[in-house]
């Protein structure tokens, strides 16, 4: 009997639920996906829903169908035909369409898979109270269309002072062409942009099918300036180009993209020597001027308020005279820990005065902290000089970089003009007619003086530095040594990292080393009482000629040097052909 009325109780359950199910069939909610488009970047899906026979809007969500999680969700509630509401069973509404969107990728991840949208009953709930929700109609019929980009690079070339790209992008299944983006070096974002085109070029049956259409054009020829002196910093540089969609998804990257590069081989630098694809704009017998952006030079020529650090003679495309050094070495053990540098290095600097290709110049111009410019004054008298400094006695020896590579050493009184630190104190006889100097040394600036007057272009006059602007310069020159060391930056501190000198500072001891070399020009001592003297004395003065002289520049002015005339700012520009290979030490 209690068997027999459990059953029962269960059968009445069954019953009762059945009637609910019915009843609520009956204002079950239905609809219908009608398409997909895309709008503003975004995917929308567009269609109908409702509760049979109520007017209050429902909410229906996009869902993913294979994992089941809801893309979007939105109301049921835009504006709907009579036919919608009749089918609703009230056919007095009007507000039973919806549209939900995603974004580009969310689309683009889920292409070929079925659209599918669920509507959330208001009225229909199950045994525990919670709303029931049902698949609207032509669920799964529909699918994500596949209009992501494609297309291919198909070449690079050059074309005279031109880069031409060719190749073919679409988005896939729309019968129109769309753009595309060229960048070098990387992709947008990255990347330098270079120029735009429409893909709109005839295109073969091939190219139609990739894009999933019957036919149209979709092909690109892209041509873009690439002269020399874009090819020093993008010579050889990778092509990557973006199609740009025409729905608005993703502008993706097109086949091909960083596996072609452009014409060319960008500059390079290796030690002292350096590669250049171009030529620079400086004419024959213009100087060259640059600011460096560390070393020695700045600190002293900063504590006189000048601003120019180096000075080279142009030999227009032919390449450049100048007068150089390279860092000097290490010292050995143990004479490393009181004199840290080579003291004959740095008292006969190496190269010295010297005449070297661009690509040796363009190598030694690195690192400068502004553009170099360059000023040529009187034309006529400039040439003289060059032409003359290019005859003037030479010896010919092998770079300290690159065996392979041959310098041209500059002669006074039949030997290597050296570089000497000194002659920022003292240039002694340096810019006149019968020209000697401590240890046949030069700088850059007292260098082209010399040739100067050496040239019948006259004698550039030196000019003297009071003590409180040379007692500036010492310390200055000793701190940024020291600091440089210290710190395992600059021009000195490379050499230095690696010593082990217990009781000794040998970063101070550097730094005296140098700034007595400079001052006094005694090299192979760190007793600072040398450069302290100098410093100290009230009667010490610097007599010498800068970059900044040779330039006319304040506190000079104009009529210094046949540069000194030209006070108009040219910047330094690799715009010419000619590719170079060289080494400035």
């Known amino acids: 009997m209690n068997v027999r009325r459990r059953w029962q109780a269960r059968i009445d359950l069954l019953c009762f639920l059945g009637a609910l199910l019915t009843a ?54 835009d504006p709907s035909e009579p036919a919608v509401g009749a ?13 939900v969107s995603i974004d580009a990728p969310a689309e683009e991840a889920r292409v070929g898979q079925p659209i599918a949208v669920r509507a959330l ?9 919670t709303r029931l929700s049902a698949w609207l109609s032509n669920a799964a019929a529909l699918v994500y269309p596949d209009n992501t980009v494609r297309g291919a690079i198909d070449g690079v070339y050059a074309a005279g002072d031109q880069a031409v790209v060719v190749g073919w992008a679409c988005s896939r299944g729309i019968a129109q062409s769309i753009w595309v983006h060229v960048y070098a070096g990387g992709p947008a974002g990255t990347g330098q942009f270079m120029t735009a085109t429409f893909a709109n070029q005839a295109s073969e049956p091939a190219v139609a099918a990739a894009c999933g259409v019957g036919a149209g054009v979709y092909r690109y020829t892209i041509a873009f300036p690439f002269g020399p002196e874009l090819m020093m910093t993008l010579g050889g540089a990778k092509v990557y180009v973006h199609g740009i969609s025409a729905v608005g998804a993703l502008n993706l990257l ?11 081989q960008k500059a390079t630098l290796s030690g002292g020597c350096g590669y250049v694809p171009a030529v620079w704009n400086a004419p024959y017998g213009a100087i060259v001027l640059s600011r460096s952006n560390g070393g020695p030079i700045k600190p002293v020529i900063d504590a006189i308020g000048e601003h120019y650090t180096h000075s080279m003679l142009s030999l227009g495309t032919a390449g450049i005279i100048h ?56 034309p006529a008298a400039a040439a003289a000089i060059a032409s003359w400094t290019t005859s003037a006695p030479q010896t010919v020896t092998q770079s300290q970089s690159d065996g392979s590579v041959v310098i041209a050493r500059k002669l006074r009184d039949g030997a290597p003009i050296n570089y000497s630190l000194y002659q920022y ?15 046949n040394g030069i700088v850059c600036s007292t260098f082209l003086s010399w040739a100067h007057v050496q040239a019948g272009a006259g004698v550039v006059p030196a000019y003297t530095y009071g003590q409180p602007l040379i007692a500036n310069a010492a310390s200055s020159l000793f701190n940024t040594v020291q600091n440089a060391c210290s710190s395992g930056v600059g021009f000195w501190s490379a050499l230095l990292r690696s010593v082990s000198c217990p009781f000794y500072n040998v970063c101070e001891n550097a730094g005296d080393q140098v700034t007595n070399c ?32 040779l330039a006319g520049l304040p506190p000079h002015g104009a009529g210094t040097t046949v540069w000194s005339y030209d006070q108009a700012y040219h910047p330094i520009v690799w715009n010419g052909p000619g590719a170079q290979y060289g080494c400035w030490y």
């Open 254 to 264: 097109i086949g091909g993209s960083g596996n072609w590069p452009l014409p060319g």
């Open 518 to 549: 400079m001052s006094a020009n005694q090299c192979a001592t760190d007793d600072n009482a040398i450069w302290h003297a100098v410093r100290d004395d009230p009667a010490a003065t610097a007599t010498s000629i800068s970059a900044d002289r």
């Open 323 to 378: 007068a150089e050094m390279r860092t000097p070495a290490q010292s050995g053990w143990p004479t490393v820990c009181t004199r840290p540098l080579d003291a004959g290095q740095l008292q006969y600097g190496n190269p010295g005065a010297e005449q070297i290709n661009l690509a040796g110049a363009w190598a030694d111009l690195q690192g400068e902290e502004i553009t170099p410019a360059y000023q040529w004054g009187d």
């Open 121 to 129: 009953s208001n009225v229909r709930r199950d045994y525990w109270g």
């Open 425 to 439: 104190r003292n240039i002694e006889q340096t810019n006149q007619p019968v020209s000697a100097s401590a240890n």
């Open 87 to 99: 089918a609703c069973g009230v056919p007095w509404a009007t507000n039973f369409r919806f549209h």
């Open 24 to 77: 609520a069939a009956a204002r079950a909610q239905i609809g219908n996906i009608d398409f997909g488009a895309w709008s503003g970047g975004r995917y929308t899906v567009y269609g109908w829903a409702c509760d049979r026979g109520s007017a209050q809007p429902v909410l229906v969500t996009l869902v993913d169908t294979k994992s089941g999680a809801a893309l979007a969700s939105a109301t049921a509630n």
